[in-house]
């Protein structure tokens, strides 16, 4: 996975609340059995004024103008600053893939939706939980300032406002350490094959049922 | 010391190691996969060159992309080319690595949250996963159930382990007798509606009181089916007879000695009378109308005498600009009845409402009537193949069909429009799924989430009606 310690970038606006998950990447794109090439199909209905298709080239489609990622100001951004419980819906991980594939490596919003949260951190995005008055206040300094960038500090737990500023964030302890060093967090589990084997062999003898009925 | 709840009980008897940061494995008793959200986590597998910890925790079965017309020619009539391989690759998949499948031509296939429990795959005191957010479903069960992301599934695959952080505890209390024609959908509707989209992230949530007591099991899956939709991954209803009653003979379920001694286990899965909630949410069943959704988040949500929301009543910008751009996307105009609302397209199906009382009680209101001639298109989807032959063994099918319904095979269909199963753009439909996001049955589709007999009624009237006016 790939390690997050600090990124500096220009930071998109994405001004709704309750963005879910088939906005950020519609179904149709599912039905891809790989991991990347997302990027160009991240928020596909509100980014095109046409239906898109998988394998679909969008070199040529339609583009609405009105879109923050259509507009030249935002390009290049490598920041998200969302409103309240982004991410909810389903529990597609490609959502994550999208905003990895396009560029994005975090998102700051008031609050995120547990799964969409979850899958963030497996996949080298870090989601960022800000007070609601503090995000207020960026989209107020984002949409007053063009080229505004932020950088978040993931060591040392902060945000950084090119003016100096400097807002504290919330992470835990387990996640931020297998996001900076970029571990493998299936490796990081084995390590404990001994308790897990330990765990399961005394519950098969409390609930022998939980185990061998499907072949 | 207070008592535990029945979160506490499933999350004690599944902790392998807790850490001292506070996230803790946790041991998954049952995998459940299908194809969308598994061949990246196969794939990872076979990079890293794993093997699946234990094969017999898992099953699986195509749901999304399925046709749900003429099956016949297997998965190479699959006319979409991108599905096909799809599906595909899970049967390669569960093939190379030995986990069994109930392929899209064996009479068990179906949508995973129907198939898992009409198995006895889905127990009592077990963990489930899938990678699907409504696995929240199998929680009816007195189970723990989260929906995952597609690392998970492999994490769960290679190690038989979830990360997790303990969630906090609420109870969502319905208390007193629902009326007369009020199902487990309305029931939930209206719990989303007071909790909003949001309200249960971060908590696992159990459903009491006498309502959800006196639901089947049916209706209890629809009820946590949508626990996600208040944003809780998990939801769930502890064990009683109706649980057991409904365990007991089912393919996998346990026999013999192993099901008195499960039984016995099972019984205590319940929250202890002093078990302590850090939120307590109760609504009073016989509050509850038939409810039915305006706009493009489940909370917004309406009874069918009510007005869709005028966003002048509100004073929040961010709620108006929400009401407001659901309006504009749905294309309805604030103040008008709920029932001025036309319908163009009916579906009933989905991991929500397709199992086999949710279509009796549609039959039940389409019998003997005929879909309204405005109507483009009413389907009806069971959500597995076991369920459609018992609604034939019924007559079910010849009722929907007479009526002028479709009558499907199985799978999600019109639930999320990954197969050919879709709405066209700006048109309303009364669906039995649980999202109404924008674009989520096809693109500028219009979704209205309701109960089987809302949708049928619907279908019937060719607008929205009270149901209740159909039911003898
Ligand atoms: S029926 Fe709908 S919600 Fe349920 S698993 Fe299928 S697509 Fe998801």
């Given at each position: 996975?790939?390690?997050?310690?600090?990124v500096?970038?220009?930071?998109?606006?994405?001004?709704?609340?309750?963005?879910d998950?088939?906005?950020?990447?519609?179904k149709?794109?599912?039905?891809?059995?790989?991991?990347?090439?997302?990027?160009?199909?991240?928020?596909?209905?509100?980014?095109?004024?046409?239906?898109?298709?998988?394998?679909?080239?969008?070199?040529?489609?339609?583009?609405?103008?009105?879109?923050?990622?259509?507009?030249?100001?935002?390009?290049?951004?490598?920041?998200l600053?969302?409103?309240?419980?982004?991410?909810?819906?389903?529990?597609?991980?490609?959502?994550?893939?999208?905003?990895?594939?396009?560029?994005?490596?975090?998102?700051?919003?008031?609050?995120?939706?547990?799964?969409?949260?979850?899958?963030?951190?497996?996949?080298?995005?870090l989601?960022v939980?800000?007070?609601?008055?503090?995000?207020?206040?960026?989209?107020?300094?984002?949409?007053?300032?063009?080229?505004?960038?932020?950088?978040?500090?993931?060591?040392?737990?902060?945000?950084?406002?090119?003016?100096?500023?400097?807002i504290?964030?919330?992470?835990?302890?387990?996640?931020?350490?297998?996001l900076?060093?970029?571990?493998?967090?299936?490796?990081?589990?084995?390590?404990?094959?001994?308790?897990?084997?330990?765990f399961?062999?005394?519950?098969?003898?409390?609930?022998?049922?939980?185990?061998?009925?499907?072949? | 010391?207070?008592?535990?709840?029945?979160?506490?009980?499933?999350?004690?008897?599944?902790?392998?190691?807790?850490?001292?940061?506070?996230?803790?494995?946790?041991?998954?008793?049952?995998?459940?996969?299908?194809?969308?959200?598994?061949?990246?986590?196969?794939?990872?597998?076979?990079?890293?060159?794993r093997?699946?910890?234990?094969?017999?925790?898992?099953?699986?079965?195509?749901?999304?992309?399925?046709?749900?017309?003429?099956?016949?020619?297997?998965?190479?009539?699959?006319?979409?080319?991108?599905?096909?391989?799809?599906?595909?690759?899970?049967?390669?998949?569960?093939?190379?690595?030995?986990?069994?499948?109930?392929?899209?031509?064996?009479?068990?296939?179906?949508?995973?949250?129907?198939?898992?429990?009409?198995?006895?795959?889905?127990?009592?005191?077990?963990?489930?996963?899938?990678?699907?957010?409504?696995?929240?479903t199998?929680?009816?069960?007195?189970?723990?159930?989260?929906?995952?992301?597609?690392?998970?599934?492999?994490?769960?695959?290679?190690?038989?382990?979830?990360?997790?952080?303990?969630?906090?505890?609420?109870?969502?209390?319905?208390?007193?007798?629902?009326?007369?024609?009020?199902?487990?959908?309305?029931?939930?509707?209206?719990?989303?509606?007071?909790?909003?989209?949001?309200?249960?992230?971060?908590?696992?949530?159990?459903?009491?009181?006498?309502?959800?007591?006196?639901?089947?099991?049916?209706?209890?899956?629809?009820?946590?089916?949508?626990?996600i939709?208040?944003?809780?991954?998990?939801?769930?209803?502890a064990?009683?007879?109706?649980?057991?009653?409904?365990?007991?003979?089912?393919?996998?379920?346990?026999?013999?000695?192993?099901?008195?001694?499960?039984?016995?286990?099972?019984?205590?899965?319940?929250?202890?009378?002093?078990?302590?909630?850090?939120?307590?949410?109760?609504?009073?069943?016989?509050?509850?109308?038939?409810?039915?959704?305006?706009?493009?988040?489940?909370?917004?949500?309406?009874?069918?005498?009510?007005?869709?929301?005028?966003?002048?009543?509100?004073?929040?910008?961010?709620?108006?600009?929400?009401?407001?751009?659901?309006?504009?996307y749905?294309?309805?105009?604030?103040?008008?009845?709920?029932?001025?609302?036309?319908?163009?397209?009916?579906?009933?199906?989905?991991?929500?409402?397709s199992?086999?009382?949710?279509?009796?009680?549609?039959?039940?209101?389409?019998?003997?009537?005929?879909?309204?001639?405005?109507?483009k298109?009413?389907?009806?989807?069971?959500?597995?193949g076991?369920?459609?032959?018992?609604?034939?063994?019924?007559?079910?099918?010849?009722?929907?069909?007479?009526?002028?319904?479709?009558w499907?095979?199985?799978?999600c269909?019109?639930?999320?429009?990954?197969?050919?199963?879709?709405?066209?753009?700006?048109?309303?439909?009364?669906?039995?799924?649980?999202?109404?996001?924008?674009?989520?049955?096809?693109?500028?589709?219009?979704?209205?989430?309701?109960?089987?007999?809302?949708?049928?009624?619907?279908?019937?009237?060719?607008?929205?009606?009270?149901?209740?006016?159909?039911?003898?």
């Open positions: 996975m790939k390690k997050f310690t600090q500096t970038g220009i930071v998109a606006p994405m001004d709704r609340a309750n963005i998950t088939d906005m950020i990447i519609p149709q794109f599912l039905k891809s059995i790989k991991r990347t090439g997302f990027g160009k199909n991240l928020f596909d209905e509100l980014r095109y004024l046409d239906e898109g298709q998988p394998d679909q080239d969008c070199e040529g489609r339609p583009l609405n103008n009105d879109f923050v990622l259509n507009q030249a100001r935002y390009e290049g951004s490598t920041v600053l969302a409103r309240q419980n982004f991410g909810c819906g389903s529990s597609r991980e490609h959502a994550p893939w999208a905003l990895e594939d396009y560029g994005f490596r975090c998102v700051i919003a008031p609050s995120f939706a547990d799964i969409f949260y979850n899958n963030c951190f497996k996949n080298g995005i989601p939980i800000l007070d609601e008055k503090i995000v207020d206040k960026l989209f107020v300094e984002l949409f007053d300032n063009e080229g505004y960038e932020l950088t978040i500090d993931l060591e040392s737990q902060c945000v950084k406002t090119t003016t100096g500023e400097i504290p964030f919330e992470v835990d302890a387990f996640r931020k350490h297998c900076v060093n970029g571990l493998d967090d299936i490796g990081v589990t084995l390590e404990n094959t001994d308790s897990i084997k330990a399961e062999s005394k519950h098969k003898e409390t609930s022998p049922w939980l185990f061998g009925a499907i072949a | 010391m207070a008592g535990k709840t029945l979160y506490d009980k499933l999350w004690d008897a599944h902790l392998v190691k807790q850490r001292e940061d506070g996230s803790a494995l946790i041991y998954i008793d049952r995998q459940l996969l299908h194809e969308v959200t598994s061949p990246q986590a196969f794939e990872g597998l076979r990079i890293a060159g093997k699946p910890w234990r094969i017999d925790a898992n099953l699986a079965t195509p749901d999304h992309n399925v046709p749900t017309t003429d099956r016949s020619s297997g998965v190479e009539g699959i006319e979409d080319p991108v599905s096909r391989i799809q599906v595909k690759t899970l049967d390669d998949n569960c093939d190379e690595f030995g986990i069994t499948e109930f392929k899209m031509l064996d009479e068990r296939q179906g949508i995973v949250h129907v198939v898992g429990p009409e198995q006895g795959a889905t127990l009592p005191g077990m963990t489930v996963v899938c990678g699907d957010s409504h696995t929240s199998h929680g009816a069960f007195g189970a723990l159930a989260h929906g995952i992301g597609t690392s998970e599934v492999e994490h769960v695959l290679a190690t038989q382990c979830l990360v997790q952080k303990k969630m906090k505890n609420m109870l969502v209390k319905v208390n007193g007798k629902a009326g007369k024609g009020i199902s487990g959908k309305d029931i939930v509707l209206a719990i989303i509606g007071k909790l909003g989209t949001a309200g249960g992230t971060g908590y696992a949530l159990e459903f009491g009181g006498q309502a959800i007591r006196d639901l089947s099991m049916d209706g209890r899956m629809t009820v946590c089916n949508m626990a939709e208040a944003g809780a991954r998990v939801g769930m209803i064990v009683d007879d109706t649980t057991i009653n409904y365990v007991q003979g089912r393919t996998y379920a346990p026999k013999g000695e192993d099901w008195s001694n499960a039984v016995t286990a099972w019984k205590d899965l319940h929250s202890d009378g002093d078990a302590v909630f850090d939120n307590v949410i109760e609504l009073d069943a016989a509050d509850i109308k038939p409810q039915v959704t305006w706009g493009t988040s489940p909370e917004m949500v309406v009874s069918i005498d009510d007005t869709v929301p005028n966003p002048d009543n509100h004073s929040d910008p961010i709620v108006k600009e929400g009401i407001n751009r659901a309006l504009e749905m294309g309805l105009k604030a103040d008008a009845p709920m029932t001025s609302i036309k319908l163009d397209r009916v579906f009933i199906g989905s991991c929500t409402n199992r086999i009382e949710d279509l009796r009680l549609a039959a039940e209101v389409v019998k003997g009537r005929k879909v309204a001639d405005t109507l298109q009413a389907l009806v989807v069971p959500g597995s076991l369920i459609k032959r018992q609604a034939e063994e019924e007559g079910l099918d010849v009722i929907f069909t007479d009526a002028g319904l479709e499907r095979e199985a799978g269909s019109m639930c999320l429009a990954m197969n050919a199963d879709k709405l066209g753009q700006g048109e309303h439909c009364a669906s039995t799924s649980n999202r109404n996001f924008e674009g989520r049955q096809g693109f500028g589709g219009r979704t209205h989430l309701v109960s089987p007999a809302m949708a049928a009624a619907a279908a019937i009237a060719g607008h929205f009606v009270d149901a209740r006016e159909y039911l003898s």
